[in-house]
């Protein structure tokens, strides 16, 4: 089995004059995918994604170049060329990251956001809830929480589903390692999600 993990957690030392230069470095298609962005931010995010992605490609598989992504019906990105790699982006404000593996995976970075009660309720089943509204760091844990979701449902690649309150039922969990990482100094929390029995 094979995998690995880039993140990047210094994106805010790319100046704008940087993150153009780094822009114009990518393929037009992923070029056009960042400039769709409206803010600096958000194509920063963008491009160092994807550079993350041909980091982790490198290391994992020696593979080389800047192969285009093709997309299933709900959005997955996913490689035509190399069908047995699997791959997941994620990006917030404080953080970047590729998920590279030869089995499905998913990963999730967020930044740590408060545990609203309407949000939660909405988000988590009631057992959910409670862990969180226990916690010490609520915050943290419904980032936590919300990360092994978004991490799970990346994995199936159907992305947010109407039930949410269910994505972390033992069943749905079957053949599925989570990992989750918290850097409560930097503001942001990561879970990968990763099959275990092909």
Known sequence: MREILCINDHIDDFGEKQTERLIASLP???????????????RRECAVGYIEFLRGLRLCFGIDGM??????????????????????????KEAVGCLVADRPCGLDIERIRKAKEDLVRHTMSPEEAETIFCDPFPDLAFTRLWTQKEA??????????DDLHHVLSPKNLTGISLKTTENPYKGYIFTTAIETNN
């Open 152 to 161: 799970v449902l990346k994995l199936i690649g159907t992305g947010i589903v």
């Open 28 to 42: 037009a298609w992923r070029c056009e995918t960042a400039l769709r962005y409206k803010h600096l931010q958000g």
């Open 67 to 92: 192969p285009a992504f093709a997309y299933n019906e709900h959005g997955k990105p996913y490689l035509v060329a190399h069908p047995g790699i699997h791959f997941s982006i994620s990006h917030c």
